[in-house]
């Protein structure tokens, strides 16, 4: 019999792919991560707290399948919280998921699963696998308003192999019926919304917490140098944000970029604002071996961002890539993923380290950076 | 699934099924009613009280049946203290070995109830020696509180010489046998204590029942009042189905004790031996000779006991572990950091305890997938601890 260990949370979604895999005839060992909480905030962070434990064990019961909670608190703090915190003090804007999904997923958990003796790890993300030229091929969930193909763009063809989308497959309002028609007790749970170790505050408040020395008040400038204002700590500003930047001006002024070497905010017109190019760092390519050449693509810059037609050309051994814009995008922001796309198909992606453009600037990313 | 953690729980025996089931709907009444409905149900409580007070040799108007071993030793722990304390004497005297029973009531007493507790010394293998007790003894002692063998680690304490020395001081000794009773001698002029908890569920009986003795002169405030069953010192309608299958339960263990030790201690004895050959960086813990004949347990180095239970689990094998927990936070066993052992030690907790229904064929498959899973939990375990 093929042994699956889902990862479960408590949630609908995990819970019918459990179900799923359970009435398609493989063994199903159910898994919950513990994962790190801010001392005292156990009960408020979503994905730990313990009703949730107790929905995804009460779920397990229903289904007659092993259930097991592993302890990740430390590994998740050392990775994931880590990384958050590195990534801001960068002047980045981190994607804690895509790190969750690459050292915590598929990295902690798959160590978990193959000891458990799985052949599939098996979680409740909405996408789809597929096969091409004897390779997994990674795509998108039926479900287009809840594809989640863009925080897999991480894994491995060695994981993509051995792993499982069991609700990619349908809507999610199939999905919820059918926890409702099977009486999972997690039918009516609400969707996750915000990042689970931020137990539902803002971002900057745990990262005041956590980093305070990286708000550090500095300019606001525009690219031409003229300082027109300062900031209160560069992580409090996204890119593209308007409001709250603090200072008056005649026209509507932008973030346009961080200097997290001098401190320095650069804001600047909606004109200002589109960005040409692209270079992304930390480059996986889901086949398994990058292309040799530039390709034609969609591109999606976050999470929610609609694709938009870029050339993609692979620098080094394909573990950075230039994105080429056809059309210039608002708001590429370092540290969020560059999703490749063919069609349904995910290629690869990475992480944007830098944006361009040919305007003249004095941010030093309009050549290539080193 | 192969079961191998009788010391949580064991199944209920047939026999003493068999006996219950007529005081569900048959012989239903309420031991306290005046009918012939009630004084048939009292007579069955009456029989089974006798019964126990035959296996533990003192007068049945000295077992008081209660809900549980837990229940029997918050009984004991509470009743004794609040009783002694309206003397003068606040002192309860245990060790951070005993069950959470003992334990967790002792600071609840001293949290609450102006109780002052002294934690007990304990030796590498958790056992309390009389020479801890007598150096601890003072003027306010009350109460001495020490299980007579240990649920984690098996070890047994030498109850027959520590009851003595605190009566020679005229102190109070109660004694948690609940794990003891499945296996040990249970004679309470033998072993010289005042007060003893025991449990169903551990020697073949059904959960959610127990008894406390408490010897006759022994000043006890009720915990539970209400319509004054159990001479006042524990209200609450008689469980009779339960009273009557625990009672037979207990007679059972003793009828059957040299019989039920020739079975296990024989497969303990092999799994302690092979465990310790096959697997390097494996301990022992608790006694290595005055521990239940049923128990084995071990400590790994660099492993998560928890863990490993689960990857036990997941191959067909139902054990537990000192550092159990249900919600994936293991915190390394407070009876095995008690008896010195270091975290690293202490969070790889392993308890293989075995009953009437282990076989040779489960022990050699067990040992067979051991070693390769205590591999693959420290694999793990330096995964979860490499950042």
Redesign the interface.
């Known amino acids: 019999m093929t042994r699956v260990v889902v990862a479960m949370s408590g949630g609908v979604d995990s819970s019918v792919a459990a179900a799923l895999l359970k009435r398609q005839g493989y063994e199903v060992i159910g898994i919950m991560l513990r994962l790190w909480s801010e001392p005292g905030k156990e009960d408020s962070n979503r994905c730990c707290a313990p009703d949730a434990m107790m929905l995804a064990r009460r779920v397990a019961a229903r289904l007659d399948i092993p259930f097991y909670v592993v302890d990740a608190g430390e590994v998740f703090r050392a990775t994931v919280v880590q990384e958050f915190l590195d990534g801001y003090a960068r002047g980045e804007t981190p994607n804690p998921c895509l790190v969750c999904n690459r050292q915590i997923r598929w990295g902690f958990l798959w160590q978990h699963a193959l000891a458990f003796g799985a052949d599939y790890l098996a979680t409740g993300h909405y996408a789809r696998r597929g096969e091409a030229n004897g390779k997994a091929v990674l795509l998108k969930a039926r479900d287009q308003t809840k594809d989640q193909s863009y925080v897999l763009h991480v894994l491995s063809q060695e994981q993509l192999q051995r792993t499982l989308f069991p609700v990619g497959e349908y809507l999610k309002s199939e999905v919820r019926q059918m926890a409702a028609e099977w009486g999972l007790p997690s039918a009516l749970r609400r969707d996750s919304q915000d990042l689970c170790f931020l137990a539902g505050e803002d971002y900057r408040v745990f990262l005041r917490r956590y980093a305070a020395d990286i708000f550090r008040p500095g300019v606001v400038m525009r690219r031409d140098g003229q300082v027109i204002g300062t900031h209160s700590g560069l992580p409090a500003y996204t890119i593209g944000q308007r409001k709250g930047l603090g200072v008056a001006t005649m026209t509507p002024l932008y973030v346009l970029a961080k200097d997290a070497a001098a401190n320095a905010l650069i804001v600047g017109t909606a004109e200002e604002l589109g960005q040409r190019k692209a270079w992304a760092r930390a480059v996986n390519w889901v086949r398994g071996e990058a292309p040799s050449q530039p390709l034609r693509v969609e591109v999606k810059i976050r999470y929610t961002a609609r694709p938009v037609w870029a050339e993609v050309t692979p620098l080094d051994d394909g573990s950075r890539v230039r994105i080429d814009f056809d059309t210039p995008v608002r708001d590429a922001t370092p540290g969020q993923a560059a999703v490749f796309y063919a069609g349904e198909m995910v290629l690869g992606g990475g992480i944007i380290e830098a944006t361009g453009n040919n305007l003249p600037t004095i941010h030093p990313c309009h050549c290539e950076p080193p | 699934m192969i079961y191998l953690d009788y010391a949580a729980t064991t199944p209920v025996d047939e026999r003493v099924l068999r006996v219950m089931r007529p005081f569900f709907s048959e012989i239903f009444g309420n031991p306290s009613s005046a009918h012939r409905f009630g004084q048939r149900a009292e007579a069955a409580v009456e029989t089974a009280r006798e019964t126990v007070a035959g296996v533990l040799n003192c007068r049945p108007d000295e077992i008081i049946f209660t809900a549980g071993g837990t229940e029997a030793d918050n009984l004991a722990l509470r009743g004794v203290m609040l009783a002694e304390m309206e003397s003068g004497r606040n002192r309860l005297l245990t060790a951070r070995t005993e069950h959470a029973a003992v334990s967790k009531t002792a600071e609840h007493l001293e949290k609450y109830a102006g109780v002052q507790v002294t934690w007990l010394t304990v030796d590498e293998f958790g056992q309390v020696r009389p020479e801890h007790v007598a150096g601890a003894l003072r003027e306010d002692a009350a109460l001495v509180s020490v299980m007579f063998a240990n649920n984690e680690v098996g070890t047994v304490n030498p109850i027959a010489a520590l009851a003595p020395l605190c009566r020679e001081r005229r102190v109070l000794f109660h004694s948690d046998a609940v794990q003891a009773a499945g296996y040990l001698d249970v004679d309470v002029q033998k072993l010289g204590v005042d007060l003893l908890a025991l449990g169903g569920h551990k020697l073949y009986g059904p959960k959610g029942v127990g008894a406390l003795f408490v010897r006759h002169g022994t000043g006890l405030v009720p915990s539970l009042t209400g319509g004054g069953q159990e001479t006042g010192r524990r209200a609450g309608t008689h469980n009779v189905p339960y009273i009557v299958g625990f009672a037979e339960a207990l007679r059972l263990a003793k009828e059957e004790r040299q019989e039920r030790i020739a079975h296990v201690q024989p497969l303990r004895d092999y799994v302690i031996a092979r465990v310790l050959q096959e697997i390097p960086e494996a301990r022992l813990s608790g006694h290595p000779e005055q521990r239940l004949p049923n128990h084995a347990s071990f400590v790994f180095r660099d492993a ?1 006991g ?2 490993l239970v ?2 036990l ?3 067909g094998f139902a054990c537990s572990s000192g550092s159990a927990c ?5 915190e390394p066993s407070e009876v095995l950091l008690a008896m010195g052992f270091t975290p690293a030690w202490a969070r790889g907790s392993l308890r293989v305890t075995l009953g009437l229904g282990t076989t040779p064929e489960q022990v050699e498959a067990f040992l067979a997938v051991l070693p390769s899973l205590v591999e ?2 420290r ?2 375990h330096k ?5």
């Open positions: 998560d928890n863990l689960q990857l689990d997941a191959a249900k919600t994936g936070r293991p693959r939990a694999r793990l995964e979860k601890t490499r950042s």
